[in-house]
């Protein structure tokens, strides 16, 4: 055998081997229905994948006060832990804004948390499903100029399905803002 086709026989075995080792394998018979990754095509999982946030838009006066909001959707089939969360060592879903020159950060408001058993955990875990809200309290200074802004925000998330929790994540977000000049201002 040539060295050249000793060399193309090589590089064709390793495409094939490669291709071979890229392909997803489904036995539908062994995959239960109710799992969240019985899909036709498996999807990698991640907390990102499952979880989505959007922040609404927030009216401030002058000198007063507003409250964000960030509406959290949570795929069927996953939970994130509650914050506070039940044990210490579970990473709580958190919502962190950072201050601007005009606009400063108040309390930060979690909504309820659902309380529920999971077969890996001795007591019920707090935890979101579904749709639900975080609340923020934002403050104009006296001096903020009248106009739109956005203040940044971190989401940090844990998505977990009755079986595993997956690895943290962060989802970045934007708070629209609008300062105005409320009518007993002028």
């Known amino acids: 055998m040539t060295r050249s086709t000793y060399l193309l026989l090589s590089c064709l075995t390793v495409v094939f081997l490669a291709a071979a080792?890229?392909?997803?394998?489904?036995?539908p018979g062994s995959e239960s229905t109710n799992t969240p990754a019985a899909t036709p095509t498996a999807r990698r999982v991640t907390s990102e994948s499952v979880?989505?946030?959007?922040?609404?838009?927030?009216?401030?006066?002058?000198g007063g006060s507003g409250e964000a909001t960030v509406r959290i959707s949570i795929e069927s089939g996953y939970h994130l832990n509650a914050n506070p969360p039940t044990y210490p060592y579970l990473k709580a879903t958190t919502l962190e804004l950072k201050p601007t020159d005009d606009v400063a950060i108040g309390s930060i408001?979690?909504?309820?948390?659902l309380d529920k058993k999971f077969p890996f955990a001795e007591k019920p875990l707090a935890v979101y499903e579904g749709e639900t809200e975080v609340k923020a309290l934002l403050?104009?200074?006296?001096?903020?100029?009248v106009g739109q802004r956005s203040i940044p925000a971190t989401l940090r998330i844990q998505a977990c399905d009755n079986q595993v929790c997956y690895p943290p994540g962060t989802l970045q977000l934007a708070i629209p803002v609008s300062i105005y000049l409320a009518a007993a201002n002028k």
Do not use: H, L
């Open 139 to 145: 403050k104009t200074e006296k001096t903020a100029s």
């Open 21 to 27: 080792c890229s392909k997803t394998t489904s036995n």
């Open 109 to 113: 408001v979690y909504p309820k948390a």
């Open 51 to 62: 979880v989505k946030a959007t922040a609404q838009p927030v009216d401030i006066p002058v």
